[in-house]
């Protein structure tokens, strides 16, 4: 071997023991999340600070939101906007809510305007103009092990940055997200008789009545409430359940739109991964298609953008799923998501 070929391998091993040896010497926190890494993305700190807001329960942080119009549309996780509490416990007054944007402007009137429910998306509205939207990228293509960044925890002045990778394809998030018609319902006379009908619900936008004997469900028989529950253990948020209804002698027919069951009355299951993962996000299933990125968040930091590189929006981050997941729901059905919402509130 000549004496040149050896110099190289010899600095190779050098530098290769160098790495290996300040690696050991920095935990995998602040490799990827430390203070002088962080310096790299001022550009998104920048997107954070002008495209991401900062949603507020009274004095408390909740979450954070994607700016998606100059006038003040922002998108957010719907299933967060109210506090968890044990379903013993009394319930009392919601704190309002309110957002701050920028270095330190303050939104007090946030309105909620629509929500959906399959994809666990709010739409807010506060008055405002001259906002910043995110610039969303071309399409969610994004290769494995491509940088991500996304908002991590906050000051009252300064977005901060957590810095992580794409870990997996775009994919479905499978789960059993338990669904409701809204109503209420009773069994008698061998028929199903609708008691009550809760508002601003599916049943509510349906033709279905209060003293309706429902007779059928997607086409089959039902004689009794569980039938029905059992139909509904098949179904997703956002699906629809075809009634056949009995009224006044008259059989009529009407889909009700499906809608998550509020997620603080459904009791988490808690594995040994959970247990060792802190606090996740209380809807973390049942999504059409996620991006799968390993950035370490917490269920206050869902809700805002996911950036690319540029500083250019690949998605809103929608659940911290566990210690090691993190998941997004791609821009395509953002904006399609968006878009529906909007005219729904119109």
């Known amino acids: 071997m000549k004496t040149n070929q050896i110099f190289l391998l010899l600095g190779v091993s050098l ?40 949603i507020y329960r009274g004095y408390k942080r909740t979450m954070y939101g994607v700016i998606m119009s100059e006038d003040g549309y922002i998108l957010t996780k719907a299933s967060e906007l109210k506090p968890q509490v044990p379903a013993s416990a009394t319930p009392k007054p919601l704190a309002p809510l309110s957002i701050r944007i920028g270095d330190n402007v303050l939104y007090k009137d946030v309105k909620v305007v629509a929500i959906d429910a399959s994809w666990d998306i709010a739409l807010l509205k506060i008055d405002a103009k001259g906002l910043t939207p ?66 601003k619900s599916g049943a509510a936008d349906s033709d279905l009545k209060v003293g ?52 603080a009355d459904r009791p988490q299951r808690m594995g040994k991964n959970d ?18 990125v390993d950035i370490p968040m917490s269920e206050t930091t869902c809700g805002g953008p996911l950036l690319n590189l540029k500083g250019e929006c690949l998605g809103m981050v929608i659940a911290r799923a566990n210690r090691a997941e993190t998941f997004a729901v791609p821009l395509e059905e953002l904006k399609a998501v968006y878009t529906e919402l909007k005219k729904s509130a119109k």
């Open 15 to 54: 530098a290769t023991a160098t790495v290996a040896q300040a690696q050991s010497s920095l935990e995998s926190e602040r490799r990827t999340n430390g203070k002088d890494t962080l310096k790299v993305f001022a550009l998104h700190r920048a997107v954070f600070q002008k495209s991401s807001a900062v």
């Open 134 to 199: 995110v610039k969303f990228a071309a399409d969610s293509k994004i290769q494995h092990g491509s940088w991500a960044i996304a908002n991590g925890a906050t000051s009252r002045a300064n977005r901060r940055a957590r810095v992580g990778v794409i870990s997996a394809e775009t994919r479905k998030i499978d789960g059993k997200a338990s669904v409701v018609m809204g109503v209420s319902l009773e069994d008698k006379d061998k028929k199903v008789w609708v008691r009550q009908i809760s508002p």
């Open 212 to 263: 309706d004997a429902i007779l059928k469900a997607d086409g089959k028989d039902v004689k009794n409430r569980k039938e029905i529950v059992d139909l509904l253990g098949d179904k997703q948020p956002g699906e629809t359940l075809t009634i056949t209804y009995l009224r006044d002698g008259k059989e009529g027919e009407t889909a009700i739109k499906l809608m998550g069951r509020p997620t």
């Open 275 to 292: 247990k060792m993962s802190g606090r996740f996000s209380r809807r973390r299933d049942s999504f059409d298609r996620v991006l799968q």
